[in-house]
């Protein structure tokens, strides 16, 4: 399993550092061609605008869109999961439109915004540890969409098919499950379109 990193910014090299301890090849992606032979793709946190602006530049907005029709798993934390989202508020952005949802970017305000949390999850039986950082808050999801985990009862963890995305950063804990979760998605998604060829 290989797994390309968005490296513009943020916390790329957690991601990285998480699913090699998982098995996983990880490569960092800045180009278009640094996609190719990738199973995976992670969008991490940061700042959208910052990263949107870079995606288009590099030809990576497009290339990543491709990605994912074709059945390349994609996962975002945090800023990540603002690109995934078909609509953005505050302010409203364009973005990648691959997850049906719509962010309110920081969402969480600025006290409260920066901390760690537990709650309730669908991919264990313990509550999941969160880590916050002026993330965003999933204000409605489409009726397909999986919610994995919530946090003050609103949907944290969300996915489709094969994107997954978090208003949380889990690369910046020890708790793995998130992105064995993710690496079990790409794998199903790997398999689902050799049996396609
Ligand atoms: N507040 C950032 C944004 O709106 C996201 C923060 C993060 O990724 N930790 O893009």
Redesign the pocket.
Known sequence: MKIGIVAIQ?DFAAHAAMLRELGAGTVEVRTVRDLEGCDGIVLP?????TQLQFLKEEGLFDAIRNFSKQGGAVFGT??GA?LLATKVNNPPQESLGLLDMTVL??GYGRQLASDVFYGPSTLKQQPLEMVF????IIEEVGKDIAVLARHEGKAALVEKGNVLAATF?PELTDDTTVHQHFLEMAAAHVAESARAR
């Open positions: 943020g946190g940061g700042e959208s605008t945090c800023a603002i970017r920081n950082i002026r993330g965003p950063h």
